[in-house]
Structure formats: C-alpha cells, structure tokens
C-alpha cells in the first residue's frame, strides 16, 4: 500500500484546507438515550435513564443498535473508550466537589471521547492496555487522492471514570495516531485490550514526539494519497509498550488523552496564497506550491513546485491534488527602487530648537521605524539628539540619521552674578564667564568690552552674542557701602540716682558693639563715665563716645523774696546744678492759691503783697514734693 504521511502538531495548518468532512458526527455531539447494552454512569444496571446523559463508553458491536454517542465504535472487546458530555460534568460536578473547575472539556461543542493509548490493565505487566474508536466515512475514499487527516488530542488525567482525579498523574506519550482501511478492524475476544501493533497508521504523532499539553488541545494531522475504497477509521496508539516513549512508567501509571474533532477532507490547498502582491522590480517573486501536488503548470509555462516570477501582470497556475485539478490565479505588480537621495535633512544646530520642529522622510513607503519609536514617515522634536529613521518597502529598507544640536544657555554670563556690593572708596571689575565662546558684546552703557569696571551703583546688563548668532544675556546689580553714620551720642549730665537711655537705629546690614561688648541698639547709663559704641558694616566701622556726668540735684529753694526794685531778690528763684522741669503752686496765708505754674520759669514774686506764702514744688525728674513758706518785704 502506497501512502503519504505528513506530520505537524500546530494549533492552525499551514494550508486553508478546503472540503466537506467525511467523518460523521466528527466531535461526538450526537447520541441516543440509553438502552439494555449500557448504563448511565455511576447508576445501577436496573436503573432506568432519566436523561441522554448516558454511555460510559463506546458500544463494542457494531451490530448493536446506536447507543451513546453515534456512529462511534470500540475496537475493544473489554474496556471501551469513555465517552463524555454535557450532562456527564454536571453529574461530575455535583459527586466530585472541588474538581470541578479542573474537569476535562471539549475543544469544540459539548462532548469528547478518552482514549488510554500506554500502560498496563492492573499488574499484568505483559498486557499492552489500549483503547480505540472506530467509525465508518460517509464515503470511501477515491483512488489517488490525497487527503487531510486531523484530530485534536489534550493530555489528560483519568480515574475512575472521571477525567479528573486529584491522585492521578499526566503521563505524556507518543504514537497517539489513525488507521484507515477498507474493512472495520476487530480483535479476538483473548486479547482483549492489548495493543494492534500489527496495524501500522497512516497518520501518528511522530516517534519521540511526546504530547505534553493538559491545556490546549493539540493538532495531529497528515497528507493521505487513497488507494481507493477506505471507508474505516481508526483512532489510537498501534504501539506495544516497548515501541512507545513515555515521561512515566507504564507499571505504575497510565496515559490518556480526549480526543475531539475528528476530520477527513479532500486536500485542497491554496496553490498561491494571495490573489495581489506588490514586489520590486528587479527582485524574483519566488512561489512555492504545497509538496504533494503533481501535474504542475504555471502560465509562464513552468512545470516545476518552485518558480521564481520577475514580470507583472496576471499569472495562473495549474496542479493536481490526486484526484482533480486545482487552479489559482494572482496578479503582480512591480515596485520602482527609490532613486533619489533617502534624507531626513542635515544636522542642524538651533540656538533654540523653533515650536513643532519636525523631520520628515520621503513619503511612499510601506512602513517607517523612527529611533523615538513612532511609526509615520514624519515626527516633532524638541530636544537635541541623534534622530534616525528606517523606511521599509518591497525593494528594501532605506534609513538616514540626522544630529540635532541646541544651544545650551549658560547659568550665568557675568562675574559676579546677580548682585555685588562694593565699598564706596572701591571700584568693582565685572567679568565675563568664558569670554571666547563669544564674538560680541553690548553692555548697557554702550561699551563693547568683554569686562566692566565701575565704582557707581546700578544696574548693569550685558547681551553677548555667539558665533552661531545666538545671544546670551544677564543683569547685575551693584551697590555701594559707605560708612555708617553714627552722630547720636554728645556728652550728657545726669542727675544722682537717675538714669538714661541711647538708643541707635543701624541699618540691617550694620553692626552696633558698646564699649563693653554689648550688641544691643539701645544702651542705658546710670554712672559718671566716658563711654563709646561702633557701627560696622562690610566696608568700614564708625566709632563715636560720650562724657555722662551724675551730679546732685538738691534744690535750693529762697524763704525771702525782697521785690524792691533792687535787682536782688526780686523774685522767687529755685536754684539746682541741674536745671529741668519743677512745677510751682503758692498759697497765701489763708490758705488760698495765688499762683501755679508747671516748667516754673522764675518770674513770680515781684508783684506779690508784702506777707507770708507757702508753697509747694514737685520734681518730676527725681520724682520728689517739696513743701515751705517764704516772706515778700519790699
């Protein structure tokens, strides 16, 4: 027997294969209630079905009417193939608490079958434990033809009927494949379920090629050219124990797998798989056609699989599948090379890089990859850096770089910065910071120089220009210190047993010292001395002093007052060493007042009548009354 084999474990094919699928009910969503051959799982043989939630297995005699699912068979004539669905998980999740979010599902629809393809039947370490599913085309297959042949397989954990057991190991294995054959398959009754190792498939996992997913089902499928007249499918490993590789071992462990979509189509591939494409047009088109096609003809007039295409226009192409002739026809058209100078323009220095500054790359191509990530032919910038750019087309991938520079303004310009202070005998030299990056200058005096000197306060500015022509500018603030002013002491006499005070007013920059160590802007004086105080600033210190005396200040006060004209004792005169305020009230004899004066200025007395007076004066100084009599004679 002559056959193809291809083997690809995929998620999708490499083809779009195309055709009606000979296996009936290819993922086992059609079944019959139960009847007298089978139980409804977990129930009692006399239990009567309440739902077509039935059949722990495949049926073992295909002369048997259908039960469980449909068109499906056991090759086996102990153990089955276990068939679930829909109804099987709601049974499993109401009896197995805590697994049900780990059960087994199908692929496609609501049900699947579990095939036990490596181990052993309990401990008989002879016995090869194998299980197979069987069913019959809708149609024998034709002479010549080549075929597609899948079924999807998942990795699976099995005990007990449930395709979930927390005790139960994943043990991967190989050689999961399928038979067809003009003729059903059946074993003798003593064998049971050991292995058909003397079937070879036509489609299997390949040797070595161990299938290990328990959560995405995998694609097992091939390229089948018919002999003609196979109508019979077989799913299973036709591998004795020795033959299959395994990550367990098969005395202690058991592999599974659920099984679903099964699938047998008549090959017909895409021979091209576009109907336009654009190319270059000094570059080859190479087109490959699907190995397994035979009576090639491209309209160029080529007979071979491969062909390399350099003109434009519309091509067709001719191959037979086996059994019939496939036909595709494309269209190609031809890409001009870019000629011109591929730029994004030249490296540009700004001394300050203008608003929205954008490169762009020639427009036209396919695809642009910019260094900043973005992906259209032009981009906006505002920092400097190196920028490239790569344009992809059919002839190739075109790129250009492009440095962009922008002036970094220094800190600062002038020397000293921002505010100096100078003392008002000095003059200050103002520099310029790095003065050959420059080309010009511009104070804003009208001077030229690169530096500046001046003994004036104000304010200075200068603009420098650079090469490039970008300008830089900065301000100073100059002030002048001169001395402090210190004319606030003179010398003072005080009376005994008083006190004063000097108080200063220095600038916030001044500092005052007294002559014994004192810092404070006030300073009080209550003994005879010679004292002196400083102000000081950043420039200069100013000293002044003072001579205090602390006389008595006893008053002498007159008891007769002779107003005759005289000159002498004319009036009421109160002698002190230290003339100030006193205030004067004189009472006559009865006890009246005849005179009152505050700051008493000694004019009282000439005009008063001949008698006796008393009086009373208040010192507000030394915070003293005196009281007495004095006699007017003329």
């Known amino acids: 027997m002559r056959y193809v084999i291809l083997f690809i474990l995929l998620f999708n094919s490499f083809y779009n294969i195309k055709g009606q699928n000979l296996v ?68 499993l999740k109401q009896h197995y608490k805590g697994t049900s979010n780990n059960l087994y599902t199908p692929r496609t629809g609501k049900a699947f079958i579990l095939l036990n393809t490596f181990g052993i039947w309990f401990d008989v370490d002879t016995t090869d434990f194998r299980q197979y599913a069987q069913i019959k085309l809708n149609d024998s297959l034709k002479a010549g033809c080549n075929y597609e042949v899948s079924f999807y397989a998942l990795l699976a954990r099995y005990s007990g009927g449930v395709a979930y057991y927390a005790n139960a190991h994943e043990v991967a294995s190989d050689g999961l494949g399928i038979y067809l054959s003009k003729d059903s398959v059946y074993t003798d009754y003593k064998l049971r379920f050991q292995a058909l190792s003397n079937i070879t498939p036509q489609i299997s996992n390949p040797s070595g090629h161990l299938l290990t997913d328990s959560t995405n089902y995998q694609k097992v499928w091939g390229l089948y050219k018919a002999q003609g007249g196979e109508q019979w499918l077989v799913i299973g490993n036709f591998k004795d124990n020795a033959h299959t590789q395994s990550l367990g071992n098969y005395l202690t462990t058991q592999s599974n797998y659920a099984v679903d979509d099964v699938s047998v189509t008549r090959w017909r591939p895409d021979l091209v798989s576009f109907i336009d494409t654009i190319v270059c047009e000094d570059i080859p088109l190479t087109l490959k056609l699907p190995a397994g096609l035979s009576s090639i003809k491209w309209s160029t007039g080529d007979t071979t699989r491969q062909v390399d295409l350099l003109g434009t226009g519309t091509f067709t192409v001719e191959a037979s599948n086996g059994c019939e002739m496939l036909r595709d026809t494309f269209n190609i058209h031809r890409r001009l090379r870019y000629t011109d100078t591929f730029s994004i323009g030249k490296d540009t220095f700004f001394c300050k890089i203008p608003t929205n500054y954008s490169l762009s790359a020639p427009s036209g191509f396919n695809r642009y990859a910019w260094s900043t990530g973005a992906n259209n032919n032009s981009i906006i910038i505002s920092t400097s850096g190196e920028y490239w750019v790569k344009a992809f087309y059919e002839c190739g991938t075109l790129s250009d770089t492009v440095f962009i520079t922008e002036f970094q303004q220094p800190d600062t310009l002038l020397i000293p910065h921002a505010h100096a ?11 310029v910071l790095h003065p050959t990056n420059y080309t010009s200058f511009l104070w804003n005096d009208g001077s030229t120089l690169n530096h500046l000197s001046t003994d004036q306060p104000g304010t200075y500015s200068l603009k420098a220009t650079t090469a490039q022509y970008c300008e830089v500018k900065d301000t100073l603030n100059i002030s002048v210190v001169y001395p402090p002013l210190l004319n606030t002491l003179s010398d003072t006499i005080a009376c005994d047993g008083t006190s004063f005070s000097v108080v200063l007013h220095p600038k916030p920059d001044e500092l005052v010292q007294w002559y014994d160590g004192r810092h404070n802007v006030s300073h009080e004086f209550n003994t005879t001395g010679t004292y002196w105080v400083s102000l000081s600033n950043t420039c200069y210190t100013s000293t002044d002093s003072m001579k205090v005396d602390f006389l008595d200040c006893t008053l002498n006060i007159p008891n007769l007052v002779t107003n005759n004209g005289d000159g002498m004792n004319d009036f009421f005169i109160i002698e002190t060493k230290i003339p100030r305020i006193l205030n004067l009230i004189v009472y006559n004899a009865w006890g009246s007042e005849v005179f009152k004066e505050e700051d008493y200025q000694g004019q009282w007395g000439n005009n008063a009548k001949d008698g006796i007076y008393f009086y009373q004066i208040t010192d507000p100084l030394l915070n003293k009354n005196y009281k007495g009599w004095l006699q007017i004679l003329k």
């Open 24 to 91: 009936p009910n290819p993922s086992f969503e059609e079944f019959d209630l139960c009847n007298k051959y089978f139980i409804c799982p977990f129930e009692t043989f006399s239990s009567k079905c309440i739902n077509s939630c039935c059949a722990a297995g495949l049926p073992q005699d295909i002369t048997r009417p259908n039960s469980a699912t449909h068109n499906w068979w056991s090759v086996n004539l102990a153990i089955p193939p276990t068939y679930f669905n829909e109804c099987n998980f709601a049974y």
């Open 421 to 431: 202070s100078i003392c008002s005998d000095q003059s200050l030299d103002v520099q």
